[in-house]
């Protein structure tokens, strides 16, 4: 059993920044990636950003130059930090693990809400 649990989320003035956690705990092995995904209401769960284990990243075109993903190996822990928010970066975000090699098993987090007001 695998347990993810974010935390950060919150109210935030269009232009500000915020910074969200991720940490993982229980039977964890072979990560190959960390990563944050967001819904917002109406919409499709999207990729924002991921850290692969050898510490690679993708971002989302929209938040690239923005978000900065980052982990912690030792502490099984994945941070965004979040800079210049839009109203559109309105959303849910899922934290996400993917571990195994065959096959991968995907585990999410609860997710936390960020609101970006204009």
């Known amino acids: 059993q695998v347990q993810l649990v974010e935390s950060g989320g919150g109210l935030v003035q269009a232009g500000g920044s915020l910074r969200l956690s991720c940490a993982a705990s229980?039977?964890?092995?072979?990560?190959?990636?960390m990563g944050w995904y967001r819904q917002a209401p109406g919409k499709q769960r999207e990729l924002v950003a991921v850290?692969?284990?050898?510490?690679?990243?993708k971002y989302a075109d929209s938040v690239k130059g923005r978000f900065t993903i980052s982990r912690d190996n030792a502490k099984n822990s994945v941070y965004l930090q979040m800079n210049s928010l839009k109203p559109e970066d309105t959303a849910v975000y899922y934290c996400?693990?993917?571990?195994?090699?065959?096959?991968?098993?995907?585990?999410w987090g609860q997710g936390t809400q960020v609101t970006v007001s204009s």
């Open positions: 850290i692969t284990s050898g510490g690679s990243t």
């Open positions: 996400n693990l993917n571990m195994g090699v065959m096959p991968r098993y995907d585990y």
């Open positions: 229980g039977s964890i092995f072979s990560i190959n990636a």
